[in-house]
């Protein structure tokens, strides 16, 4: 759905972007995660269509989004900062929203208007920050999207609101196949949402995979063995750590063959534990090395 | 209508495991018969706030492990219990050994295992 190959941007001699690359299939729920400044944003804006790239490409299904109101009209962006047309109600823009794009469904905001109970006769001006973010989602969600770019979406959002707007998009993505990009600077309030992750750092992505693929290719183990036993050679051990007798790894492989092949050893006890999804971007990218911390804590 | 497995957000088990033992736990005690219908991806995906993939990836492994069974079309129902207890049996079976031995180790003898299997005090 989304192909950004070797993206470059900067301003005024900083490269916000620098030879960026992304790929985002249709129907995923893609999860941009990065510290601040590390061009979440910069990159969503080009997706949007407001930003021009210096040099790469940037296509949304197959086609450039600059200038493009083809590609524009079946997609929902939402800015962090929101902004309306201070005088106008909500009613207003749903009208403005219906002239612009050729999907929009009308029964679909009536419906929506239950959950968000919102008036659609209140100017934005009126409204918290909060509640314009409702009133944004309730849009973007009429319009029948087939890509929606968020940018940290959940700003200013109360946990109810952030779990009824999520649950609406996501039934959205199991029935239509709704393509979804969002950005955090917080993996953990991605991890529930998302099936594909990318990892951005100073204009780069550092990694991107998809989680079924994370998830089933590091394990952590405990275990001890005996005295006059060894671990077997040529495991992949990305990580260890001793206590007493007491070790602890981190492998690459799959579970089950891993056990089978720890067992071998006739260990007195082992013990596999689950990995936290931080732990496994951690060691993906290369140890417990203190910037790869910060950049997801 | 009120979902009926909780997502832990706490708990490390990813969370398609989360959903997988959630059914896995209530087909197992009954409190979805055979032949019920499971709930849509959809519906779970919108009531959970979770991704609909995770969804239908614990459903993936429901199914392999006969526990549910997909109608094209008409979505996912409960398989009679036979076949998909014995694996879990089976798999329990297997932890409660792991736990002996790990007992046996630290000098717990079988009599005191058996009374604590039984639930009885061991004064």
Redesign the interface.
Known sequence: MIQVRSLVKSFEGFRALDDLSLTVPRG??YGLVGPNGAGKSTLIRHLAGIYRQDSGELLVDGEPVYENPAVKSRMAYIPDDIFYYTQASIRDLMHLYRELYPGFDEACFERLGELFRLAPSSSMRRLSKGQQKQAAFWLALSLRPDLVVLDEPVDGLDPVMR??V???L??D???RGTTVLVSSHNL?EL?????HVGIMHRGRMLLERS??EL?DNLVKVQLVLPEDRELPADLEILHRSVTGRLQQLILRGKAEELTARLAAAEP???DP????LEEIFIYELGGADHEVKDILL | MRPLIA?N?RD??????QVRDGFRQLILSGVLPADTRMP????L??????????IQ?AYRELETEGYICSVPGKGSFVRERGEAAAARRAELLEKLA?LGR?LA?LGVGEEEMLAALRGGDRT
Do not use: H, K, M
């Open positions: 995923a729920v779990r009824q999520w649950g609406e996501l039934s993505v199991a029935e953990r991890e529930d949402v998302c099936d989680l079924s998830q007195l006890f082992l534990l689950p990995l936290s | 997502i957000f490390a088990r990813p969370i398609y495991e849509s991806v959809r519906e995906a919108s009531s959970l706030a979770i991704n609909p993939n995770t990836r792991a790990e180790l």
